[in-house]
């Protein structure tokens, strides 16, 4: 398969789920959550697990030695994001968003402006806020508390019209260049309209960005065949799942969906950012497909 084989399949499955959720169909809040994180967790976390083999040629790692110093640089990175998200949650969450949306802007395939790949990659974090910014203000909330989810809806409410018109000019603007980008990015920005924050966002991450990653990184890595990338993803995949267990255990709350949905980004927050260091490193390598 190739990249744009599986844009248009993303293009695709975005469309009909639009289609299926206008019509009227809908779960339970809580039912709907538990699957999004169950979706979240085992489709989209695990294209981080390849940062290990795109490390080794990328850091020049050969020995247990680089191995063990890759890995507790890897891991320091992310506890120090736990230690922000704790100490402050508000700095927590606007830099998680802004960090996200310049990772996500790495999706597009082919040679696009600074402005016109951030306005990609932000489009599903700001433009739920249009139709839907209570649920994405629990959804906050939930992550870092009262205070950070008001200051960063307070944000984000303003600028979602102005954002989705931006959107959609650079999008359409664009369609003669790359009509597969231009409909790519199209399709980001109804799924991050017309959907509620988590649905959208597991779509996006399940659908696009995870699969794109994968599918560069497999390439990149020369890997030779499904069970190659299987064996590549299995021991960092347990040892996520692992956190995301004791974290559940350790902290009992009364609240499942919430206390998932605060691991869960915690989590993915943590791991951004040794990941993203990762990615943009191997962005700036020649020839690495990205
Ligand atoms: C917290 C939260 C959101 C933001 C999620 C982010 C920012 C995820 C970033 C993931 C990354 C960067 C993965 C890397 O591969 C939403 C979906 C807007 C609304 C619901 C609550
Ligand atoms: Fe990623």
Redesign the pocket.
């Known amino acids: 398969m190739n990249l744009r084989l599986q844009g248009q399949l993303f293009c695709t499955f975005s469309f009909f789920v639009i289609l299926v959720y206008l019509l009227g169909f809908s779960l339970d809040k809580k039912v709907e959550w538990l699957v999004l994180i169950a979706l979240i967790t085992l489709l989209g976390i695990p294209?981080?697990a390849l940062d290990a083999i795109l490390a080794k040629p990328l850091y020049k790692i050969n020995s247990p030695m680089q191995w063990l110093i890759f890995l507790t640089a890897y891991l320091a990175l992310a506890a120090a994001v736990v230690l922000i998200w704790w100490a402050a949650p508000t700095f927590f969450l606007i830099g998680?968003?802004i960090?996200?949306a310049i990772?996500?802007s790495t999706d597009i395939e082919g040679h696009f402006s600074r402005i016109y790949r951030f306005t990609y990659g932000s489009c599903?974090?700001v433009l739920?806020a249009l139709l839907y910014a209570p649920e994405?203000h629990i959804?906050?909330a939930f992550?870092a508390g009262e205070e950070a989810a008001n200051m960063v809806m307070a944000g984000l409410r303003p600028i979602a019209i102005p954002w989705l018109i931006a959107s959609i000019f650079l999008a359409v603007a664009h369609i003669r260049k790359d009509r597969f980008s231009s409909v790519e990015f199209l399709a980001v920005i109804a799924v991050a309209s017309f959907l509620p924050?988590?649905l959208?966002?597991t779509i996006f991450?399940c659908g696009m960005?995870g699969p794109r990653?994968i599918m560069r990184a497999y390439r990149f890595a020369n890997l030779d065949s499904g069970t190659a990338l299987l064996k590549a993803m299995i021991l960092p995949m347990i040892f996520v799942l692992g956190a995301f267990i004791s974290a559940w255990v350790l902290f009992p709350s009364t609240q499942l969906d919430g206390q998932l949905?605060q691991i869960l980004?915690v989590i993915?927050?943590a791991?951004?950012v040794p990941?993203m260091l990762v990615i943009d490193r191997l962005s700036h390598a020649s020839s690495s497909g990205y």
Do not use: D, E, R
Request: without cysteine; proline residues 7%.
């Open positions: 294209h981080g998680f968003l960090i996200s990772h996500f599903i974090l739920p994405m959804l906050f992550v924050p988590l959208a966002f991450f960005h990653h949905i980004f993915l927050a791991l951004t990941h």
